[in-house]
C-alpha cells in the first residue's frame, strides 16, 4: 500500500511543478508586456517657454489666481509610457492668502506644453481644474506657505473646513472604533494617519450634510472618514479605506 502513495504523491508533485513552470514564463510575458513610466526634468527650452508664457498670462489676467501677488517656481511633472510622447505639465501655486477668518489657502493650478504648436503657443490651461490647499491661519499673522496642507473641494464651505481641520484628529480618533467593523480598515486601525483632503460627502438617511475626511498613512494607504454634521456638531459617520 505503501507504494501506490508514494507514487500518487510524487504524480502531484510533478504535476505542480509543471504548473509552476508553465505560469512563470506567462507572469514574465505579463511583466513584459507592462509598459514603463519614464520620467525626466525640463529642458532650458520647456523652461523659458513656459517663463515667456507665464508672464504674458499673469499680466493679462492679473485677477486669477496666480496674479497680483509673489509666485513660487513651478513644479513640473514630465513622465510617458515607453515609446509615447512626453506629457510636459507645469504647476504653480499661487501665494498664499486669507480666504477667511481663520483659513489660509494657496491655490495650484497646472498647464499643459504641447511641442507640436508654433513656438509661442505651446502652453495653455490644463483640463485638470485648480486645486486649493488650505490650513488654519494665526490670528494677525498674515498667511504664509506652510509644510503641511489639506487638498479642499471648493464646495466645502470656509465655516465647515475651519471646524473639521480644528477636529480632524478627534473625529479621527473616535473613527478607529469604525475600523474594526469594515474588514479593508480593521488592518489599518493602529497605523498613523495624516489629513490629506477635505471633500463633500453623499447624503445619508438622517444626515442631509455629509463631509469626507481623506486620510493617508505612513503604510501608503488611505482612509476615508464620511463625517456628519448636525446642529453644527461633526460626528464620525462611516469609514472606507484602500491600500
Same mark, same amino acid.
Given at each position: 500500500?505503501?507504494?501506490?502513495?508514494?507514487?500518487?504523491?510524487?504524480?502531484?508533485?510533478?504535476?505542480?511543478?509543471?504548473?509552476?513552470?508553465?505560469?512563470?514564463?506567462?507572469?514574465?510575458?505579463?511583466?513584459?508586456?507592462?509598459?514603463?513610466?519614464?520620467?525626466?526634468?525640463?529642458?532650458?527650452?520647456?523652461?523659458?517657454?513656459?517663463?515667456?508664457?507665464?508672464?504674458?498670462?499673469?499680466?493679462?489676467?492679473?485677477?486669477?489666481?496666480?496674479? #497680483?501677488?509673489? %509666485? *513660487? =517656481?513651478?513644479?513640473?511633472?514630465?513622465? +510617458? !509610457? @515607453?515609446?509615447?510622447?512626453? &506629457?510636459?505639465? $507645469?504647476?504653480?501655486?499661487?501665494?498664499?492668502?486669507?480666504?477667511?477668518?481663520?483659513?489660509?489657502?494657496?491655490?495650484?493650478?497646472?498647464?499643459?506644453?504641447?511641442?507640436?504648436?508654433?513656438?509661442?503657443?505651446?502652453?495653455?490651461?490644463?483640463?485638470?481644474?485648480?486645486?486649493?490647499?488650505?490650513?488654519?491661519?494665526?490670528?494677525?499673522?498674515?498667511?504664509?506657505?506652510?509644510?503641511?496642507?489639506?487638498?479642499?473641494?471648493?464646495?466645502?464651505?470656509?465655516?465647515?473646513?475651519?471646524?473639521?481641520?480644528?477636529?480632524?484628529?478627534?473625529?479621527?480618533?473616535? #473613527?478607529?472604533? %469604525? *475600523? =474594526?467593523?469594515?474588514?479593508?480598515?480593521? +488592518? !489599518? @486601525?493602529?497605523?498613523?494617519? &495624516?489629513?490629506? $483632503?477635505?471633500?463633500?460627502?453623499?447624503?445619508?438617511?438622517?444626515?442631509?450634510?455629509?463631509?469626507?475626511?481623506?486620510?493617508?498613512?505612513?503604510?501608503?494607504?488611505?482612509?476615508?472618514?464620511?463625517?456628519?454634521?448636525?446642529?453644527?456638531?461633526?460626528?464620525?459617520?462611516?469609514?472606507?479605506?484602500?491600500?
Amino acid at each position: 500500500m505503501a507504494r501506490p502513495m508514494c507514487h500518487g504523491l510524487l504524480i502531484a508533485a510533478l504535476a505542480a511543478l509543471t504548473a509552476g513552470a508553465a505560469a512563470a514564463p506567462a507572469k514574465a510575458a505579463d511583466n513584459k508586456a507592462a509598459p514603463r513610466l519614464e520620467q525626466r526634468a525640463p529642458t532650458a527650452e520647456e523652461r523659458d517657454s513656459f517663463d515667456e508664457f507665464f508672464r504674458a498670462r499673469n499680466a493679462a489676467q492679473p485677477h486669477r489666481p496666480w496674479g #497680483a501677488a509673489p %509666485l *513660487f =517656481a513651478p513644479a513640473f511633472e514630465i513622465e +510617458r !509610457q @515607453r515609446g509615447q510622447p512626453w &506629457r510636459v505639465v $507645469a504647476r504653480v501655486d499661487s501665494a498664499p492668502r486669507r480666504s477667511a477668518p481663520d483659513l489660509c489657502r494657496q491655490i495650484r493650478s497646472s498647464f499643459v506644453y504641447d511641442a507640436a504648436k508654433p513656438k509661442g503657443e505651446r502652453w495653455g490651461d490644463s483640463a485638470e481644474a485648480p486645486q486649493w490647499y488650505v490650513w488654519l491661519a494665526q490670528a494677525n499673522v498674515p498667511c504664509q506657505a506652510a509644510r503641511y496642507t489639506v487638498l479642499m473641494d471648493p464646495a466645502v464651505p470656509p465655516a465647515d473646513a475651519v471646524a473639521l481641520l480644528w477636529q480632524h484628529r478627534e473625529l479621527l480618533n473616535r #473613527a478607529r472604533l %469604525l *475600523f =474594526a467593523g469594515n474588514s479593508q480598515c480593521a +488592518r !489599518q @486601525r493602529a497605523l498613523t494617519f &495624516r489629513l490629506a $483632503a477635505l471633500k463633500p460627502a453623499a447624503a445619508t438617511a438622517g444626515a442631509p450634510v455629509m463631509f469626507g475626511m481623506v486620510f493617508e498613512s505612513d503604510r501608503d494607504t488611505t482612509a476615508t472618514v464620511d463625517v456628519r454634521k448636525h446642529r453644527g456638531e461633526y460626528v464620525a459617520w462611516n469609514v472606507s479605506c484602500s491600500g
